[in-house]
């Protein structure tokens, strides 16, 4: 979901809010079996509402750090089992859509889209703690289209050490949006890698894993072409990426966007994603997850 989006519903949001009971509808996997993967839903209210782009991040101790989009603000949540959250104290940046890398020292620099400048700009901000930001500096990835469809970045570290960096854009001529992806040596100056990484209005990506010969991400399609539904898709080099034909997370008349995940450690992944109340993508965004299993 991108913010500028966001924000032209936030009055439809808080009506939408003061109805909602937080996170009606239901979610299911599509299962097909021509999906190399299953999907099982947790079926838990979070009671998260009216949030957009999340990241979710797996600390050390087990514990998942959820870092969300909403109303202009990045806020935080931690819960120790990966499901129970409560809102935690930080001071992020101002922004939206933050992506995280943890650096080799134990710090994170975060990812974010600041609009302050207009359009919108990917920005970097480091913190000992992930809690804590401070405002590092510019990628040199902007908005040149001035589209509302742009942003979403998900970031990941290599094993050479550089960080490749994907996002949202859209091409003159086109109405389907297409995923670029830029590349950088230092975590901080990126350099545009050439070609698109998804074209067909896919959206929204996050990688699940980065093997060389073995990557898989997650995808969902843009709201231009009917309801939001998720995607896996494979590649061997992060570059190339094949989507399969069935998707992996629906929600039974509503939308699935925004996905985020942390690795389990068994080959599996728990999956947090923005659903919507009823068919209309901007607006009744609530947080679902389940786990994604090779089947």
């Known amino acids: 979901m991108r913010l500028a989006r966001f924000f032209s519903v936030l009055v439809i949001i808080a009506v939408a809010a003061a109805c909602d009971g937080g996170g009606g509808g239901s979610s299911s996997s599509d299962g097909s079996s ?32 959820l870092y969300t989009t909403g109303e202009g603000a990045i806020s935080v949540y931690t819960a120790a089992d990966g499901l129970t959250f409560s809102q935690t104290t930080a001071s992020p940046p101002m922004g939206s859509d933050p992506t995280l ?16 400048s207009g359009s919108g700009e990917i920005k970097t901000a480091t913190s000992p703690d992930g809690l804590t930001f401070t405002t590092e500096a510019a990628t040199g990835i902007t908005n040149t289209t001035g589209t509302q469809a ?21 091409v003159s001529g086109s109405s389907s949006e297409v995923i670029r992806s830029a590349i950088s040596t230092d975590g901080v100056t990126f350099t545009e890698e050439s070609g698109y990484r998804t074209t067909g209005g896919y959206v929204d990506p996050v990688i699940l894993k980065a093997e060389d010969g073995d990557w898989v991400a997650l995808f969902s399609t843009g709201p231009g072409l009917g309801r939001q539904i998720i995607y896996v898709g494979t590649s061997s080099d992060g570059l190339t990426w094949s989507i399969e034909s069935s998707p992996v997370i629906t929600v039974s ?43």
């Open 101 to 116: 890398i943890q650096l080799s020292d134990g710090s994170w620099r975060m990812y974010y889209v600041d609009h302050a």
């Open 150 to 170: 742009w942003g979403v970045p998900d970031t990941i570290a290599l094993p050479d050490g550089s960080v490749r960096v994907y996002w949202v854009d859209t």
């Open 253 to 295: 008349g509503g939308n699935a966007l925004d996905p985020a995940a942390v690795d389990l450690g068994d080959g599996s992944y728990r999956v947090y994603y923005i659903a919507t109340t009823g068919s209309d993508s901007f607006s009744g965004f609530y947080l679902s997850s389940g786990v994604l299993a090779r089947r």
């Open 34 to 65: 021509s999906s190399a993967w299953s999907f099982t839903e947790d079926n838990v209210d979070f009671g998260i509402t009216n949030i957009v782009s999340p990241e979710a991040v797996r600390l050390s101790d087990g514990s998942v750090r």
